[in-house]
């Protein structure tokens, strides 16, 4: 077990004088954006963001043009310009298992036959393999109690087994990501099986990856004890997964990857800083805090059916009076989507089937009515009359939950998806030879005359 370092009575009063020094000397008058233009954010007054690049990886349409003005419309989602919606209903009337065939799409840029999906699935097996010892030497012995970091830490580490790491050609590069997509489902549920062992006592168990098995059938047989689960759980977590995989170049962890493969530097350390940007609670976090933002819901109203009672709730909610006090009713409103997130509209639809066949309709029809209620809460005590609407991460904190998978995994499945997406940004990163990414700074400090130290 490694030694724990760094608890909070290591903050002493000297460490707490400092801070407040340095957040003292750190202000920046806030008047001073606009005086100069700066778009905090990269992001425009009206939301928009800033132009940073071209990609042909995917499409956000969230306005239309009518009578000459950009005005908002339901949003849609396009994987290489395939309207996702076709994509997951062309996957679902088949009745069958599609992460790995848009992963391909994603990667290749265009859909594969039936034998390039074949030969597709085998290189992903083949490469579902971690290196000999690596879970007993990395993961098992350095458990973390949050999955993102022990995730990052073995991405990181898997540089060590890698015979050519930092070798940035195109053909390696790709076998790298692969491979990393591969592993990423035993990485995610092995770093859980060592904290839940370790930190928490409980029972370890390292299940292997069946060959035969999609990635959202590999997640669920390495998590459950016994291994089962259902055609439908494992259906449900496979469109989950297609629906995270990839937004866009303009988001927090897949800009990050962009910035971080512009410098030049290994696959390892590209996909390790976007993992770091996806933890975040502003970006991938964002469902883990839908779910806890529900418990405490279900602790404070009694009646769910009370329209009233939920109202006051969320009011409260905005007001700073309940939950964790930060004003925000988590899993409402995008950056992007106003109208409507086309993932969101797919998702409850699967979410609803499987809360009939779970028995979970009360918690469906409880999140149904906020889905309902929080807009006009939003509109009334925030003024906001453009529109707002739930998104991806309304419900998926619901679907795990009924998948008993454990919160802490929430976000690093989000990562075992979105993985497939900084994988073909790097790749188009690099085929495209870039120019390192480093937007300006605006310095408005003032010149100061050095004083010796004797006289300080």
Known sequence: MAQIIGDYSDITPEIHSLAQKMAKNSIIDSNLYSKYDVKRGLRDLDGKGVLTGLTDISTIKQNKLVDGKLVPCDGELYYRGYNVIDLISGITDDDRFGFEEVVYLLLFGEMPNQQQLKDFKDLIVRYR?????????????????????????????????????????????????????????????????????????????????????????????????????????????????????????????????????????????????????????????????????????????????????????????????????????????????????????????????????????????????????????????????????ANVDFYSGLLYSMLDIPCELYTPLFATARIAGWSAHRMEELVNSGKIIRPAYMSISTEKKYTELKNR
């Open 129 to 389: 393999t971690l290196p000999q010892n690596f879970v007993r030497d990395v993961i098992l012995k350095a458990p973390s109690e949050d999955m993102m970091n022990s995730i990052a830490r073995s991405v990181l580490t898997l540089f060590c087994y890698d015979k050519n790491p930092n070798d940035t050609s195109i053909e390696n590069v790709l076998r790298q990501c692969i491979q990393l997509i591969s592993v990423f489902p035993m990485l995610t549920v092995y770093g859980y099986h060592a904290f839940n062992h370790y930190l928490r006592d409980k029972s370890l168990y390292i299940h292997r990856a069946e060959p035969t098995m999609s990635t959202a059938e590999v997640i669920l047989s390495l998590l459950r004890p016994d291994r089962k689960y259902t055609p439908l759980e494992a259906k449900v977590l496979d469109m989950a997964l297609i629906l995270h995989m990839e937004h866009g170049g303009g988001n927090n962890s897949t800009f990050t990857a962009h910035v971080v493969t512009s410098s030049g530097t290994d696959t390892y350390s590209a996909i390790a800083a976007a993992l770091s940007s996806l933890k975040g609670p502003k970006h991938g976090g964002a469902n883990v805090k839908v779910y806890y933002m529900f418990e405490d819901l279900k602790h404070n109203v009694k009646d769910w059916n009370d329209d009233d009672a939920l109202t006051e709730y969320l009011e409260k909610l905005l007001d700073k009076k309940a939950f964790d006090r930060n004003g925000l009713i988590y899993g409402m409103g995008h950056a992007v989507y106003t109208i409507s997130d086309p993932r969101q509209i797919i998702l409850k639809d699967a979410v609803k089937k499987l809360a009939e066949a779970e028995g979970y309709d009360a918690e469906f029809n409880l999140y149904e009515r906020v889905e309902r209620l929080a807009p006009q809460v939003i509109a009334r005590k925030r003024k906001i009359y453009k529109g707002v609407a």
